[in-house]
C-alpha cells in the first residue's frame, strides 16, 4: 500500500559507471517529480512530468535522462557517475502541478 | 524566477519553547505556500500549508502565516517536543506550478 516507491534505497557504484533508479506511485497522480538532496540538505527539483510530459528540465547535466512509460511510473538514468553525483535523489508526485507532493523513501547514491 | 529565503538555518529551542521559521519570497504571482518536515534519514512530509488568500492557518501545535504584501510567511511551533527535532522546509508555488524551496531549518529540540 506505499504511495510512493523507490529503487533501490541504497546505490554505491564506481565513477564511470551507468545506474538507474525506479520510481513508482500508485496514488492515480498526473505530475511526478525527482529532487536531489545533496549533503546540506537542500532540496533541488531536477525535473517533473505531467501526464508522461516533461515539463520541467533544470539546469542538470545531460548526463541524466528521465523516462517515464505512464504516468504511475518515472525511472531516472544516469550516464558516467561522477563524485559529485552522491546525493539522495527523492522521487515525488502530485495530483497537479504543484500542489501538495508525496515523497518517495530516497535512493542515497554514492558514487566512489 | 521564484526565489525562496529561509531563516534560520539552524534553530534550537527548549522542549515546551515556541519556534518560529520565517521564509520569503520574491514572486507575487506564488499562491500555495506548504512546509514539509524531514526527520533523519526519512522522506519530506507536508505538515501545512497555506493558499494566497488565507491569512492565518492553524492544526494543532503547529500554525503558519501569510503576509502577501510583505511576501514572506511563517511557521509557528508551540509547545515544541523532542518529537519535533527535524529539518523543516517552506516551498513556494510559483505560478505556472513549480514548487521553490527553502534551504531548510534544522530544529532541535533539547529536553
Known amino acids: 500500500d506505499t504511495a510512493v516507491s523507490q529503487t533501490p534505497k541504497y546505490l554505491v557504484t564506481q565513477m564511470g559507471n551507468d545506474k538507474s533508479i525506479k520510481c513508482e506511485q500508485n496514488?492515480?497522480?498526473?505530475?511526478m517529480y525527482w529532487y536531489k538532496q545533496d549533503s546540506k540538505k537542500f532540496l533541488k527539483i531536477m525535473f517533473s512530468?505531467?501526464?508522461?510530459?516533461?515539463?520541467i528540465n533544470e539546469t542538470v547535466p545531460n548526463r541524466f535522462s528521465p523516462k517515464s512509460p505512464d504516468k504511475a511510473h518515472l525511472n531516472l538514468h544516469i550516464n558516467s557517475l561522477e563524485l559529485g553525483d552522491s546525493a539522495v535523489y527523492f522521487c515525488?508526485?502530485?495530483?497537479?502541478?504543484?500542489?501538495?507532493?508525496?515523497f518517495g523513501p530516497g535512493t542515497r547514491l554514492t558514487v566512489l | 524566477g521564484e526565489n525562496v529565503e529561509q531563516h534560520p538555518s539552524t534553530l534550537s529551542v527548549q522542549e515546551g519553547d515556541s519556534a518560529v521559521i520565517k521564509c520569503t519570497y520574491s514572486?507575487?504571482?506564488?499562491?500555495?505556500f506548504p512546509w514539509y518536515k524531514q526527520e533523519l534519514g526519512k522522506r519530506p512530509q507536508l505538515i501545512i500549508d497555506?493558499?494566497?488568500?488565507?491569512g492565518e492557518k492553524k492544526d494543532q501545535r503547529i500554525a503558519v502565516t501569510l503576509n502577501k504584501t510583505a511576501k514572506h510567511f511563517s511557521l509557528h511551533i508551540t509547545e515544541t517536543q523532542p518529537e519535533d527535532s527535524a529539518v523543516y522546509f517552506c516551498?513556494?508555488?510559483?505560478?505556472?506550478?513549480?514548487?521553490?524551496f527553502g534551504a531548510g531549518t534544522q530544529v532541535v529540540v533539547t529536553p
Open positions: 515525488a508526485s502530485s495530483q497537479e502541478m504543484g500542489n501538495e507532493q508525496f
Open positions: 496514488l492515480g497522480h498526473d505530475t
Open positions: 512530468y505531467n501526464n508522461k510530459e516533461l515539463i
Open positions: 514572486d507575487s504571482a506564488s499562491n500555495y
Open positions: 497555506i493558499r494566497s488568500n488565507v
Open positions: 516551498a513556494a508555488r510559483h505560478g505556472w506550478g513549480k514548487l521553490q
